[in-house]
């Protein structure tokens, strides 16, 4: 009965557990995703040029990276969301510097 008992509880946090980690990297991914449009949508309106646009590029490259590598044991731990969550925010920051500086493609 003890087992019993044990095994209920278990499936009861990996019921609680799973869909919080899935929606974590559904955050993740759809924040990469409106990353991704914003520099696309930059490049579009001449507010980045080809070169920020690059280094914009490689730098989502590199969260994307890090999702990656985070994901490759099937968790997704808090340290690691935090990490890559941090990374996004560093990313996100730099669009819109970019974005706004006094470049503009020719």
Same mark, same amino acid.
């Given at each position: 009965?003890?087992?019993?008992?044990? @095994?209920?509880?278990?499936?009861?946090?990996?019921?609680?557990? @799973?869909?919080?980690?899935?929606?974590?990297?559904?955050?993740?991914? *759809?924040?990469?995703?409106? *990353? *991704?449009?914003?520099?696309?949508?930059?490049?579009?309106?001449?507010?980045?040029?080809?070169?920020?646009?690059?280094? @914009?590029?490689?730098?989502?490259?590199?969260?994307?990276?890090?999702?990656?590598?985070?994901?490759?044991?099937?968790? @997704?731990?808090?340290?690691?969301?935090?990490?890559?969550?941090?990374?996004?925010?560093?990313?996100?920051?730099?669009?819109?510097?970019?974005?706004?500086?006094?470049?503009?493609?020719?």
């Amino acid at each position: 009965m003890k087992n019993f008992a044990k @095994l209920v509880a278990a499936a009861a946090i990996a019921t609680v557990w @799973l869909p919080s980690q899935a929606q974590d990297t559904r955050r993740i991914d *759809q924040r990469e995703a409106n *990353q *991704q449009k914003r520099i696309e949508q930059g490049e579009k309106s001449g507010a980045l040029t080809q070169k920020e646009a690059a280094r @914009l590029e490689k730098g989502q490259a590199h969260v994307q990276k890090m999702e990656t590598k985070a994901e490759a044991d099937g968790k @997704l731990t808090k340290h690691e969301r935090e990490k890559i969550e941090h990374a996004q925010n560093v990313q996100s920051r730099k669009i819109h510097r970019e974005k706004h500086d006094k470049q503009t493609a020719k």
